[in-house]
C-alpha cells in the first residue's frame, strides 16, 4: 500500500499481521525488505508496518535538497502512523533511522507504547570524518553513485567479520545492498549523509524518554558501541543487549540472538514487566 505524507511524497509500505502495532523503520541506504526474516515471527504477536522512507527502495524520490531531513523524515514516520490509524505504536529502527526514530519519540513522546534503538547513535557515529562525508556528498552530486559505490566498497567503513561472512555465505546479499544503494538519488544521499554527519548530540534530551526501551548492538559494530552503550545509561530503565557474532546488522548476521532478544522485550512490553 501507499501512504501520502503532507508534502505530496508516496511511501510504500507493507503490512503484516495481527496485534500491538509495531512500526519498524530501516537505515541508510536501505529498504523495507531489511527486516522481511523477521517480519514472519514478529507479525504472530504484532501489526508489523514495515517501509520506505523517501528517496529508497521503491517510495517516491523528490528531486530537490530540501526534501531531505532526518527531521522530515521522522515527521513522515508519524505520518505513516497515522496514515494507518494507529494513536499508540511501538518502534523499532536501525541505524539512520535510529536518528529518525529518536525525533519522533521526542516530538511525540505520548504516542510511543515501546522503543527498540538497533545500531544507532544519539548524534554523529563514532569515527565518521566530517570532511570524508562531505568529500562524499561532493562525489555523489558531481560524480554519481558509481563513483561512490567504488570508493566505499575500497574503503568498508562497516566492514566486520560478521558482515563479510553474511555477504560470503548468504546468496544476492551483495546484490540486494547494491539495489539499495543505487535506489536512492545522489540529492537524497548527499543530503541525508550530511545531516547524518553534522547532527546534534541529543543525548542528555533522551533523558526525558519515559516508555520501556530496549538498546541493540552487534558486538563487533565499534562505530556504534559508545553510543549504545551511552543510550542504554541515559534513557531510565533502558535494556542493552550487545547481540555475540553481529556487527551494523544483528538481525541478518546473528537471528537468533536478535530475535530472542526482540521477542522477550516484546513480551515484557505486553505484560507491562518492561519497566
Not at 523524515?73 to 505504536?89: H, P, S
Not at 563514532?126 to 555523489?140: C, E, F, M, S, Y
Not at 547532527?199 to 516508555?211: F, M, W, Y
Not at 537471528?255 to 519497566?275: C, I, N, S
Request: proline fraction near 8%; include cysteine; hydrophobic fraction near 40%.
Amino acid at each position: 500500500m501507499r501512504v501520502t505524507t503532507d508534502d505530496g511524497v508516496g511511501l510504500e509500505v507493507s503490512v503484516s499481521g495481527e496485534g500491538p502495532p509495531l512500526v519498524m523503520v530501516h537505515g541508510f541506504p536501505g529498504a523495507k525488505e531489511d527486516f522481511t526474516d523477521q517480519v514472519p515471527a514478529l507479525a504472530e504477536h504484532a501489526t508489523v508496518v514495515t517501509f520506505d522512507l523517501r528517496g529508497h527502495g521503491e517510495s517516491d524520490k523528490p528531486e530537490t535538497a530540501d526534501a531531505y531531513s532526518l527531521d522530515r523524515l521522522a515527521l513522515d514516520t508519524l505520518q505513516i502512523a497515522d496514515g494507518l490509524g494507529f494513536e499508540r505504536f511501538r518502534l523499532l529502527e536501525h541505524s539512520m533511522g535510529g536518528m529518525v526514530v529518536r525525533r519522533a519519540v521526542l516530538h511525540a513522546p505520548d504516542r510511543i507504547e515501546a522503543l527498540v534503538l538497533m545500531d544507532t547513535t544519539p548524534g554523529p557515529p563514532d569515527g565518521i570524518d566530517p570532511d570524508l562525508a562531505n568529500a562524499g556528498a561532493v562525489i555523489a552530486l558531481e560524480d554519481g553513485m558509481e563513483v561512490l559505490r567504488e570508493i566505499l566498497d575500497e574503503m568498508d567503513p562497516l566492514g566486520t567479520p560478521a558482515d563479510r561472512r553474511l555477504r560470503a555465505e548468504r546468496p544476492g546479499y551483495v546484490e540486494y545492498g547494491r539495489r539499495n544503494f543505487f535506489a536512492v538519488p545522489p540529492v537524497a544521499y548527499a543530503t541525508l549523509l550530511l545531516d547524518i554527519v553534522h547532527q546534534p548530540d541529543e543525548l542528555e534530551a533522551l533523558r526525558s524518554v519515559s516508555c520501556p526501551t530496549l538498546v541493540i548492538v552487534g558486538e563487533q559494530d565499534e562505530p556504534f558501541l559508545r553510543g549504545s552503550r551511552s543510550m542504554a545509561e541515559t534513557i531510565p530503565g533502558a535494556e542493552l543487549v550487545v547481540v555475540p557474532d553481529a556487527g551494523h546488522s544483528p538481525q541478518l548476521e546473528n537471528p537468533p540472538a536478535w530475535l530472542d532478544a526482540m521477542e522477550r522485550f516484546l513480551a515484557r512490553v505486553d505484560t507491562g514487566a518492561a519497566r
